[in-house]
C-alpha cells in the first residue's frame, strides 16, 4: 500500500477499504493488533500517513524487550541541546494576537484551566505560538475544540516550543513516519507490555496510572505537552488537571521553608538493563530534581512532585520523605478546587506545561479512546529562592492570612 495522498474529504468507503489494507499489513509485519478507530483512520489518511507497514509504529527495540538504559535516556529528537529559550519569553504579556482571534474565551476555574473557540491550531502565526505557550504556563492547561489536525502539524509546533527538541520515546507506539508523535491508545498496547494495569475494579488510581507529570525523570523534562483525541467513547474517559502552583500556595509558610531546596528523586516508568553490567538485573533510571521549582519565564514557584514517579527525597531516609512526599501528592489530588476536568470530544486538543501541572484519566470508559501526544522537551528543572508563588506574585488577597488549625477547630466546635 503506497503512501495515501492527502483529501478534503474521506468517504466510509474509503475507511472500509483502508481497514482491510491495514489489518492485513497489521498481521504481516507486527502480529496481532486492533485496528484503529474509524476517526483515527480518517485523520491519518487525509494526512497521508503511511500505513502500508500496519499500525502502529512500535521501535523494533521495544518489541523484542531489548531498551537499554542508554536508550532510553535518549528520547529527545535533537538530542545535545541545552540552552533552552522557552517561547513564552517572546510572548505579548497581554497576548493580544492570540486572544483577538478567538470567537470565545473561557476561564473555566479559578486557577487552572482556559478553552479557546474560534482558532485552528495548524494556522497559528509564531507571535501566535509564542503566547499560547505564555498562557498555557500561567493558566496550566489550555483545550481547543474543533480541531482538524493532522499528526505532521501536531509533531511541528512540538518542534516549534520545544526549539528542535521533543520526546522521541524508545519504546512506546508512535506514528508510521513521524517521530515523537506518541499513541496514546490503551486497547492497541504491544501485547509483550503485559496485561494493562487499568481495572475498573482497582481502586483509582491502580497500576501506574494515577497522578503524575510526564517524564518527570528525564535531564531535560517536557516543558509543553499537546494531547490531539481524534476518537473517543461516548461516555468516560475524562482527564484532570491540577495545578502545582496553587498546590504550592496552599502551603504554610514554615512548610514551605522545610521543602525549599530539598530535591526530590524522580524514577522512570519502566527498568532497563545497563550495558555496561550485562549480569545486573534491569533498574529503572533515577534523577534529582527540586520539590519546587521555579517557572523561567512566570518566576512562579511550583510543586514538582507526583505520586507515581517521585519515589524519595534526598537526604531523607524512606519514611521521612514518605510524610512528606504522601502530603504533597494529597494537596495535589484532594484539593478539587485547584483542578480542572475536561471531557473530550474528537477533534480536541490540550496544551499543557508539563512544569506546573500534573494529570490523570478517568478510567470509566469502554471502547475506543485513541489520540496523538507530543512532548516539547524544556530546562532542566531549577530552583530560584528568590522567586515567588502565584498567589505572592498576583497579590491575591484570599490566599493570605489563612489559620488552618483555627478554621478546623472552629467548624468542629473546638473553639
Known amino acids: 500500500m503506497a503512501p495515501i495522498a492527502t483529501a478534503q474529504t474521506v468517504s466510509d468507503a474509503d475507511i472500509a477499504d483502508l481497514k482491510e489494507a491495514v489489518r492485513a499489513a497489521t498481521l504481516q509485519h507486527k502480529g496481532d493488533f486492533p485496528l484503529p478507530p474509524d476517526g483515527t483512520l480518517r485523520r491519518y489518511k487525509k494526512a497521508g500517513i503511511d500505513l502500508s507497514e500496519g499500525y502502529p509504529y512500535v521501535p523494533k527495540a521495544a518489541l523484542g524487550g531489548g531498551v537499554s538504559r542508554d536508550q532510553a535516556a535518549r528520547v529527545d529528537e535533537g538530542a545535545g541541546e541545552t540552552s533552552y529559550v522557552d517561547p513564552a519569553s517572546r510572548a505579548d504579556p497581554k497576548k493580544n494576537a492570540l486572544l483577538s482571534a478567538a470567537t470565545k474565551v473561557d476561564h473555566l476555574t479559578q486557577h487552572i484551566g482556559t478553552e479557546i473557540s474560534g482558532i485552528k491550531l495548524d494556522s497559528l502565526t509564531d507571535q501566535q505560538k509564542d503566547e499560547l505557550a505564555l498562557l498555557a504556563a500561567e493558566r496550566g492547561v489550555v483545550f481547543f475544540r474543533d480541531q482538524d489536525l493532522s499528526p505532521q502539524a501536531q509533531r511541528e509546533l512540538g518542534l516549534y516550543w520545544g526549539q528542535g527538541r521533543i520526546e522521541v520515546h524508545p519504546q512506546a507506539p508512535q506514528v508510521p513516519g513521524q517521530p515523537g508523535a506518541l499513541i496514546i491508545w490503551e486497547e492497541g498496547r504491544p501485547k509483550n507490555w503485559g496485561p494493562s494495569a487499568r481495572s475498573h475494579r482497582l481502586p483509582y488510581g491502580g497500576g501506574h496510572y494515577g497522578w503524575h507529570s510526564d517524564l518527570s525523570h528525564e535531564e531535560f523534562p517536557p516543558g509543553y505537552t499537546h494531547l490531539y483525541q481524534d476518537s473517543v467513547p461516548v461516555t468516560g474517559g475524562d482527564t484532570l488537571w491540577a495545578s502545582g502552583y496553587a498546590a504550592y500556595d496552599k502551603l504554610s509558610p514554615t512548610f514551605k521553608r522545610l521543602i525549599e531546596g530539598l530535591n526530590g528523586i524522580y524514577r522512570s516508568a519502566n527498568v532497563y538493563p545497563d550495558t555496561s553490567k550485562p549480569n545486573a538485573a534491569p533498574k529503572p533510571i533515577l534523577r534529582k530534581h527540586p520539590l519546587v521549582r521555579t517557572h523561567p519565564v512566570t518566576g512562579w ?77 524544556g530546562e532542566a528543572p531549577f530552583y530560584d529562592p528568590k522567586s515567588k508563588g502565584r498567589a505572592e506574585s498576583l497579590g491575591l488577597e484570599e490566599w493570605n492570612g489563612a489559620d488552618y488549625d483555627n478554621f478546623r477547630f472552629s467548624n468542629l466546635g473546638l473553639q
Open 301 to 377: 514557584k511550583s510543586l514538582f512532585v507526583n505520586r507515581w514517579w517521585t519515589v524519595g527525597i534526598e537526604g531523607l531516609d524512606g519514611p521521612e520523605a514518605t510524610i512528606i512526599l504522601d502530603y504533597l501528592n494529597d494537596v495535589f489530588e484532594r484539593s478539587t478546587d485547584i483542578q480542572v476536568r475536561w471531557r473530550w470530544t474528537p477533534g480536541t486538543s490540550a496544551v499543557w506545561d508539563n512544569r506546573v501541572v500534573n494529570h490523570t484519566v478517568s478510567f470509566d470508559w469502554v471502547g475506543d479512546r485513541h489520540g496523538t501526544r507530543v512532548s516539547s522537551l
